[in-house]
């Protein structure tokens, strides 16, 4: 019991989440932004000067996954591709993918309460089956070319070494909205902010 009065954390907005139990309410937006903006992918490991924040992943996947569509995706859909990792914001953590079974059912089930937490405090339900398809699709395809791009993984050494089968992209696709150099990490700062713009926009066009 001492161990698990210990799992708060407070946010910089004031509020106090339970890592164990934790409810919508626990967080502001800013909060949400701030933590993906601040939590690092390929365990904070890059070529760059700064490493690849979960926040601009996130929109990468979101602005993938509309590219994929042959129509425009519904606001809950980009939504749900925007916070996809929103639990990693909240926690501070982004486990690297073959680790994770190390880390035990207790930590999945942890994850997995507070995606549930994000998601309905969006007013979101689970994935879809097919949507989920896509949704990994596109998350893959990000994750080799972040390996390529940010990493510095060679593509062959993506297929081989990292078993991702989708192949890197050639073009940022960040570039189109928000300039500046291809590829390259946004300041914790940016990432947040750009990150919280586009949850907004989504949030108001889900109401």
């Known amino acids: ?23 919508p309410l626990d967080w502001e937006d800013t909060d949400l932004a701030l933590g993906l903006a601040r939590t690092y992918r390929w365990g904070g490991h890059s070529r760059w000067n700064l490493p690849l924040s979960v926040a601009q992943h996130s929109i990468t996947v979101m ?36 680790l994770k079974p190390f880390l035990g059912e207790r930590f999945q089930q942890l994850s997995q309460r507070l995606q549930d937490a994000v998601f309905q405090r969006y007013g979101l339900q689970r994935w879809p089956a097919q949507e989920f398809i896509l949704h990994k699709r596109a998350d893959r395809v990000a994750a080799a070319s972040e390996a390529v791009h940010v990493v510095g993984w060679s593509e062959e050494e993506v297929r081989r070494t990292l078993k991702i089968v989708e192949r890197p992209l ?34 108001a066009a889900c109401r």
């Open 1 to 23: 019991m001492g161990r698990e009065t210990r799992a708060w954390v407070r946010m910089p907005s004031g509020k106090r989440l339970d890592l164990l139990d934790p409810t």
């Open 63 to 98: 602005l993938l996954r509309r590219a994929m569509a042959s129509t425009p995706l519904a606001p809950e859909v980009e939504l749900r591709e925007l916070i996809h990792d929103g639990d990693e914001g909240l926690i501070g953590f982004d486990c690297l993918s073959p």
């Open 170 to 203: 050639e073009h940022d696709p960040l570039l189109a909205q928000y300039g500046g150099t291809a590829w390259e990490p946004w300041p914790p700062l940016l990432a947040q902010q750009r990150f919280l713009e586009e949850l907004q926009r989504l949030v």
